[in-house]
């Protein structure tokens, strides 16, 4: 983190990755908002503390959060996250977007326009939305500052059966190429992190699959899937001062599976 009060905002913070990556810069002396539809993790996720909102188990660390609801595909309310971040914390330094769905894990002829029209919604509309809100109030502050994208290998690489989701994090990954140059000027940087498999609770179901999580496994060089706590230190890593010359680029966090 860039200074001991340094005011982040994590949408999708309630369950899975958000919740590592909120209660990591926590750790790290970050304030943080943390941003969701609900407070508590999802009941399918693997969380210790499970009845506990990210919020509360960050202010039980001794660290300072408060939670605000937001739909990420509405543009005044991740707004009004924004100036919330601003009035309870003084001023906003960090954006992570990491909202997102996956809907099902079916081909292109079985994928509905509703599936669609949300998948794009939600991982790609909401990262533009918070980019553009987060960016626009940094301008303001006009001290620079952070933006994460939550991305996937998906962004990457193309993946069967998956074909909303992969055009919607192929998005997120050039719009974060191009954010980055619009935001150098402003000493912002804008980079994505591109998880692999992760055990959240969006994922579950498949990794309960034993065919299925063999294929994963098979498909993965390094002897082990992902953690959230993998996706958080790289997000930690990229708010942090030794990545103050980064931005535009968009890291793996797949235990080499895009490496092939």
Known sequence: ???KQTPSRV?????????AIATSFADEGAAVVCADLIEKPRDEGYEDQIDTAT?????ERGGDAVF???????????????DA??????????????AGIFTRYVDITETTHEEWDQTIGVNLTGVWNGTKEGVEQMIEQGHGGRVINVASVGGLVGLENEPAYSASKGGVVNFTRAAALDCAEHEINVNAVCPG????????EYLEDQE???????????????????VADACTFL?????????GHSLAVDGGYTAQ
């Not at 919020?55 to 202010?59: C, D, Q, R, V, Y």
């Not at 299925?212 to 899937?225: C, G, H, N, S």
């Open 197 to 204: 498999w992760i055990s959240t609770a969006m994922t579950r």
């Open 239 to 247: 708010a942090g001062p030794r990545a103050e010359w980064i931005t």
């Open 11 to 19: 949408t999708g913070a309630s369950s899975g990755n958000g919740r």
């Open 85 to 98: 971040a601003v009035e309870e914390f003084g001023h906003l330094d960090i954006v992570v977007n990491n």
């Open 55 to 59: 919020h509360e188990l960050i202010e």
């Open 68 to 82: 605000a609801e937001c739909d990420v595909t509405d543009r005044e309310q991740v707004r009004s996250v924004i």
């Open 1 to 3: 983190m860039q200074d």
């Open 212 to 230: 299925f999580m063999a294929e994963l496994e098979d498909a993965t060089p390094w002897p082990r899937l992902g953690e959230p706590d993998d």
